[in-house]
């Protein structure tokens, strides 16, 4: 396994696993920015949205021609 | 371990061109659950379906858990020094969003530790239903139907998929599939994962956590167009 891309997708949350914290990125109103299963309520966190997980050689962006509404399912 | 999809013949399939998706994730990891019901999802509405393979990892978020469940909102008061109503309100936050996606959720629930669902799911995975086998247990964990974590519960579950109920003893009973649920996690380290559930696809896209489905699909569309 050789990861090479990490996709830039908005995450709604993901559990931290130095941690063990849970943390909700979702930014809708119903849920709004917290952390779960441990932590406290803190404000939303870009740093951690946007923060690479995982060793990468290279980042790609995605096609900006290319959006969900155009993806053939 | 690897989950293939039931397979009809199609035109991507008879040109034998496939695309594997591995997970690492932890039964008690609430974002797993969303994030492995909205994959499934993604994957049931892309047009190479039939051509998508799971492979579900081990990752324990908290090896050091008492293997005795306990209430998990005690657990997350206790952990953080919060009130019960407070930790009550962080898991509605969550619960929220489970339930948009129309996932069973309670902050009723109990956690233990996961060592042992991890060797069951490696045990599933030899028989090609690790992926079953965890939407089981995540849904009837998170509804607050059953304390999963206990052997009991677990063989219950299990055998129900097909597995002997002796063959799940047996390995719960002995320390079979240890290696590898150590070997998923040492992976996982070597990837640099901090995040759970980790999403690999094709073995070199990657979503370190729990995305929206359309995220999930855009990244199967990458994947597949890039092979």
């Known amino acids: 396994?050789?990861?090479?891309?990490?996709?830039?997708?908005?995450?709604?949350?993901?559990?931290?696993?130095?941690?063990?914290?849970?943390?909700?990125?979702?930014?809708?109103?119903?849920?709004?920015?917290?952390?779960?299963?441990?932590?406290?309520?803190?404000?939303?966190?870009?740093?951690?949205?946007?923060?690479?997980a995982a060793r990468v050689a290279q980042v790609v962006q995605p096609d900006p021609g290319r959006t969900r509404a155009n993806i053939a399912r | 371990m690897t989950i293939a999809s039931s397979?009809?013949?199609?035109?991507?399939?008879?040109?034998?061109r496939q695309l594997q998706i591995d997970v690492w994730s932890d039964l008690a990891c609430p974002w797993c659950y969303i994030g492995k019901n909205r994959l499934d999802r993604a994957i049931?509405?892309?047009?190479?379906?039939?051509?998508?393979?799971?492979?579900?990892?081990?990752?324990?978020?908290?090896?050091?858990?008492?293997h005795e469940a306990t209430p998990n909102l005690e657990l997350v008061a206790a952990k953080y020094g919060l009130s019960p109503d407070q930790a009550e309100r962080m898991e509605d936050k969550v619960a929220a969003i489970a339930h948009r996606d129309g996932l069973p959720f309670t902050a009723d629930r109990v956690v233990a530790n996961s060592f042992d669902v991890h060797r069951v799911l490696h045990l599933a995975g030899s028989a090609g239903i690790a992926n079953e086998l965890l939407g089981v247990l995540q849904r009837a964990l998170f509804s607050g139907q059953a304390n999963v974590f206990d052997h009991a519960a677990l063989i219950e579950a299990t055998s129900r998929l097909g597995i002997p109920r002796g063959r799940v003893e047996e390995v719960l009973s002995s320390d079979e599939y240890a290696d590898a649920v150590r070997a998923d996690e040492e992976q996982a380290r070597v990837l640099g994962v901090t995040g759970v559930p980790f999403t690999v696809f094709d073995e070199r896209i990657a979503i370190p956590g729990s995305t929206s489905i359309g995220g999930f699909a855009d990244a199967i569309a990458q994947a597949w167009s890039s092979k």
């Open chain 1, 1 to 52: 396994m050789n990861i090479t891309q990490i996709v830039p997708a908005e995450l709604s949350g993901f559990c931290d696993v130095a941690t063990g914290e849970c943390i909700v990125v979702d930014a809708t109103p119903q849920a709004d920015a917290d952390s779960h299963h441990g932590g406290p309520v803190r404000p939303e966190e870009p740093d951690k949205r946007s923060a690479p």
């Open chain 2, 7 to 16: 397979r009809r013949p199609t035109a991507d399939a008879s040109a034998d």
């Open chain 2, 44 to 66: 049931a509405s892309s047009p190479h379906a039939e051509a998508i393979s799971v492979r579900v990892h081990s990752y324990e978020l908290d090896p050091d858990m008492p």
